[in-house]
């Protein structure tokens, strides 16, 4: 199979979707792998660790989707990347369906068989989606000290304290792998205090 990895395009999205060693894996076990040109920079990838995998790089986003089979992405394709797939071609990528009706629709007329990361699930695990939770939870106790911060409107409290001044208090809604990675992070900024952790009801 021929196997296609395009730069990814969404705003602030610095990912891609393969790493060396993944292509490595493809190639190995008898598949092509075609890289668009400059796409794991952001990630600091470089076009010469995937080559040197036996992958090919490729100068622009038409040459993935025109000759790939199948596609791996990382986040849902925007409006010019659907014009750009074909009948029959595989995706897999964070679809988020649900709230996106454009992308439904277009992914239905272009007849391709989408995969979404976030409903593949091994022994009642989402395995693709647990890992960005994690992330997310983590991001979100380092985000939440910064905004406490004078300049960024907060109130001037340094999450761990500091001598004579009171640390900050995290309250995390939600015990799941966001929430608990939040907590984790949270209580080790200079033993910030963590109120409670509560499991989120629908």
């Known amino acids: 199979m021929i196997i296609g990895i ?39 990838i470089r076009d010469s660790d995937f ?6 790089i490729v100068d622009d986003a038409k040459d993935v989707y025109n000759n790939a089979e199948m596609i791996i992405k990382v986040k849902e394709p925007q409006p010019g990347e659907i014009d750009m797939l ?17 992308q ?3 992914l239905m007329e272009k007849r391709v068989i989408a995969v979404a990361y976030e409903t593949i699930s091994v022994r009642d695990k989402l395995v693709c989606l647990e890992p960005m939770s994690e992330i997310a939870g983590k991001i979100s106790a380092t985000v939440g000290s910064f905004y ?31 929430g608990i990675n939040a907590a984790r ?3 080790g900024l200079g033993q910030g205090q963590v109120l409670a952790v509560e499991e989120a009801q629908g």
């Open 6 to 44: 395009p730069r990814e395009i969404k705003p602030d999205e610095n990912r891609i979707a393969i790493t060396p060693a993944g292509v490595h894996e493809f190639v190995k076990n008898g598949h092509s792998v075609i890289i668009e040109k400059s796409a794991g920079l952001s990630s600091g």
């Open 51 to 56: 080559t040197a995998e036996g992958g090919r």
């Open 185 to 187: 992070v949270a209580a």
């Open 86 to 102: 074909h009948p029959d071609q595989v995706l897999y990528t964070f679809l988020h369906l649900a709230p996106d009706r454009v």
């Open 104 to 106: 439904a629709v277009g």
């Open 148 to 178: 406490l911060s004078k300049p960024q409107g907060g109130k001037g409290v340094l999450a761990g304290g500091v001598a004579g001044i009171h640390r900050a208090a995290f309250l995390i809604l939600g015990g799941g792998t966001a």
